[in-house]
């Protein structure tokens, strides 16, 4: 914006200084005597200040326009920048979301899975210890057993040392 005004405004003016400078060169090498060149001087300042009037009039509406349209576009820039930031922020927001669910929905199936290993570690657990009393229990049964046996066996040896004893003083 400020470039093209700036461009139009050294335009302008070089269109003036060249052509005061033009007529009054041009004044200058005619032939005449002084009455008529102060008279054609003023002539041509007067035809020079009515284009540098008009010129200056053409130079405000340009630059009118000009500002003006640069206000215009820089009013549909920002509108346009403005609609996309805000769709850069629904799209960061989308995007935020579907982490957060990504993320959450992970964190469900990490859970889920943590529970079934703890579930089948217990349930291991719980087989193996119950495996294990079967076993001790079959084990106490099996000493109770062979102590019966050994008791049983101990019972009829003293007895029949007994007898063997009795018999022998009753001798």
Do not use: C, Y
């Amino acid at each position: 914006m400020g470039k093209n005004q700036n461009t139009t405004g050294n335009f302008m003016t070089g269109i003036i200084v060249g052509s005061i400078v033009g007529a009054v060169t041009a004044l200058m090498v005619a032939p005449k005597s002084g009455k008529e060149l102060r008279s054609d001087i003023n002539n041509q300042m007067g035809t020079l200040k009515e284009k540098s009037s008009e010129w200056k009039e053409t130079v405000m509406e340009k630059g009118s326009d000009i500002s003006s349209t640069a206000m215009e576009k820089t009013s549909q820039i920002r509108q346009a920048a403005m609609e996309k930031g805000s769709n850069v922020v629904e799209v960061v927001k989308e995007k935020a979301d579907q982490f957060r669910n990504t993320a959450n929905g992970a964190v469900e199936e990490i859970a889920e899975a943590t529970k079934d290993m703890t579930d089948g570690w217990r349930e291991t657990i719980h087989d193996t210890t119950e495996d294990m009393a079967d076993q001790a229990q079959e084990s106490i049964d099996q000493v109770e057993a062979q102590t019966m046996d050994s008791t049983d066996t101990v019972a009829e040896k003293t007895k029949e040392m007994a007898d063997k004893i009795n018999n022998s003083m009753n001798e």
